[in-house]
């Protein structure tokens, strides 16, 4: 399964971003999806994860303002992020994989991973 993690770029603090996380060669429906994201200096962290059943999960420095979800019919798992503030700089990654219970937080849960695309809030 190859990721392709699109929709970065420049936005002003309060502002608004909606990533997207397309993939060929499978079927994102069958399997979990998780946002990550890496600042400079810093290691990759989690951010938001969806299962397949569509339950999503957030880490807690993004939620009420960011929303995982899915559409199917376009093979794609979304990122709508809101109230956007300068610490959500990031490259931000999209991965899908079959993490066991406990393990959707945590990188080593997931299989496939997108190359990437940089998300820059200014103040």
């Known amino acids: 399964v190859q990721l392709q993690a699109s929709g970065g770029g420049l936005v002003q603090a309060g502002g608004s971003r909606r990533l997207s996380c397309g993939a060929s060669?499978?079927?994102?429906?069958?399997?979990?999806v998780g946002w990550f994201r890496q600042a400079p200096g810093n290691e990759r962290e989690f951010v938001a994860t969806?299962?397949?059943?569509?339950?999503?999960d957030y880490a807690d420095s993004v939620k009420g303002r960011f929303t995982v979800s899915r559409d199917n019919a376009k093979n794609t798992v979304d990122l709508q992020m809101n109230s956007l503030k300068p610490e959500d700089t990031a490259v931000y990654y999209c991965?899908?994989?079959?993490?066991?219970?406990?393990?959707?937080?945590?990188?080593?849960?997931?299989?496939?991973w997108g190359q990437g695309t940089q998300v820059t809030v200014s103040s």
């Open positions: 991965a899908a994989g079959r993490p066991i219970v406990g393990t959707m937080r945590f990188e080593r849960g997931y299989s496939y």
């Open positions: 060669g499978g079927t994102l429906s069958t399997y979990t």
């Open positions: 969806i299962t397949k059943g569509g339950e999503p």
